[in-house]
């Protein structure tokens, strides 16, 4: 099917900003699909034999130490209000020690006048900054174009992210998803920085892991279904998508399962997509992940009380992750990713097999 006209930077920068408002003013999370990580219990330890003070929750991802394995994923950019969300974010990541991510650089392949907008590095000089880039853009860019968006912000990773359900639902999104495995192959051959692909709130299933693995992908961000819907935004954005996007508001593999899909494959693997605290994390690195990201939180936080707002988001999510680590004797990050779990019966329905032996009976 053909693809659809280019749309003007002018109408990149209003999506932008809609989306940002949506963010802060709807409810854009999904209707009635749970993210399954209340069927996640880790076991409790009576008898941790640590202080809270002893715990430590560093991390190592991409080449860096991290003071904890959480990353504010990509948001925004392109406008002088996405900029002003960028720099003060990237702050708040700087200062806690944690991953950033800035939202899709599309704008900024448009209208190049707008790199400027996606420019934290000063604000982060020492944490992960990972850059942003959609698959549809994706196809027309030559190795020298994903270059520069990395060496503009100095990035340590790239995220080429799948957003299908949005493009369907958006009216002027594309229709046309042919060639993706083929960019992610040329990007782990030849970029200078790790490729990470990224979802947006549809989950990863196993059969699109293994896909990415054998490319030469081996970071992944599940962004599972259960938190904010991009398919959601988009309906309340557009008035004709809006049918559409009631039908496919809770659409894609819950995170907690997305997490159990990928299992297993030597992926270096990012939770995001509905997580909401400390324990979501803890549950998130329990069930394998390395690093959980969130966005929507962080970014109503900021709204409603600016970088002191954000800064005390952060700290509390860490604080419950501390929590978990003690009540599972955890000491380390690395101990509580092999701490016991007991999963419920919803959950255990995505693990991979379990359909395939459902069918045989």
């Known amino acids: 099917m053909a693809r659809r006209e280019r749309p003007s930077p002018g109408e990149i920068a209003a999506r932008k900003q809609a989306h940002l408002d949506l963010c802060l003013r709807e409810d854009v999370e999904a209707a009635s699909k749970t993210t399954l990580f209340e069927e996640v219990e880790l076991v409790h330890d009576a008898l941790p034999d640590l202080a809270f003070e002893d715990l430590d929750t560093r991390t190592r991802w991409l080449g860096k130490e991290l003071a904890a394995p959480l ?41 190049p ?13 020492s944490t992960v900054v990972l ?3 959609g698959i549809g853009q994706a196809r027309d860019m030559v190795l020298e174009q994903f ?5 503009a912000l100095a990035a340590d990773g790239l995220c080429v992210h799948l957003n299908v359900a949005q493009e369907l639902v958006q009216p002027e999104g594309d229709r046309s998803f042919v060639g993706g495995t083929r960019i992610f192959r040329r990007l ?49 954005r557009a008035s004709e998508a809006g049918r559409l996007g009631a039908v496919y508001r809770d659409w894609g593999v819950p995170t907690a399962a997305s997490l159990l899909q990928v299992a297993g494959l030597r992926l270096s693997v990012v939770a995001s997509g509905g997580i909401r605290s400390g324990l979501d994390v803890a549950r998130a690195l329990a069930l394998g992940a390395h690093v959980a990201g969130t966005a929507l939180p962080v970014y109503r936080a900021y709204q409603e009380g600016g970088i002191d707002g954000a800064r005390s988001l952060v700290a509390e999510l ?44």
């Open 188 to 236: 782990a051959r030849g970029l200078s920085v790790p490729v990470l692909a990224k979802e947006t709130g549809c989950g990863l299933s196993r059969s699109v892991a293994e896909r990415l693995r054998a490319a030469g992908v081996r970071h992944v961000d599940v962004a599972g279904a259960g938190g904010t819907s991009w398919v959601r935004i988009e309906a309340l």
């Open 131 to 133: 850059a942003n880039i």
């Open 147 to 151: 270059e520069a968006l990395v060496e």
């Open 318 to 361: 860490v604080r419950e992750l501390r929590v978990a680590m003690l009540l599972t004797g955890s000491r380390t990050v690395a101990e509580l990713r092999r701490t016991e779990t007991v999963l419920g019966d919803r959950l255990l329905r995505w693990r991979p097999g379990a359909r395939a032996t459902r069918r045989k009976r």
């Open 113 to 125: 006048s707008s790199e400027w907008t996606y420019r934290v590095r000063e604000y982060a000089p």
């Open 71 to 111: 990353v504010i994923t990509g948001m925004t950019g392109g406008t002088r209000a996405a900029f002003q969300v960028n720099r003060d974010l990237a702050r708040v990541a700087e200062d806690a020690g944690i991953a950033f991510g800035v939202g899709s650089q599309r704008a900024m392949q448009n209208r």
